[in-house]
């Protein structure tokens, strides 16, 4: 099962840069990755990244993971993925933009597809 983390593009940038990341500011914040489901991930970017441009969606493996992944009850009491340890670029499956099209972002084609 594929899991999703929206990075802005300089956060993305780093980690392809450096090779591992604690994740953004909220995830420095809260001490752990948060990462969404495919059915999670539209309302992710509508909720937290609202007219927010030059985003890229990044997936990866859940259980490539291991036992450093939790599933965490947060918004609307759903069970969330969350990391308990840095991201690491050999964790990342694909990478693509997250493209803001009249307000609304854009989930690559054949996402729910692709997240199975």
Do not use: C
């Not at 948060?34 to 990244?49: G, I, L, R």
């Not at 840095?86 to 493209?99: I, N, Y």
């Amino acid at each position: 099962m594929l899991i999703f983390k929206i990075f802005r593009t300089d956060e993305w940038q780093a980690l392809r840069a450096s090779g591992e990341t604690a994740g953004a500011p909220i995830d420095l914040a809260d001490g752990y990755v948060h990462f969404s489901t495919a059915t999670q991930a539209s309302e992710t970017a509508a909720k937290h990244f609202a007219n927010v441009d030059g985003l890229f969606l990044i997936a990866v493996n859940a259980e490539d993971a291991g036992d450093a992944l939790k599933w965490e009850v947060s918004r609307g009491d759903a069970l969330f993925p969350h990391l308990y340890r840095k991201l690491t670029l050999a964790d990342v499956v694909w990478a693509q933009p997250l493209p803001l099209i009249d307000g609304v972002h854009q989930l690559p084609p054949g996402f729910e597809e692709a997240s199975q």
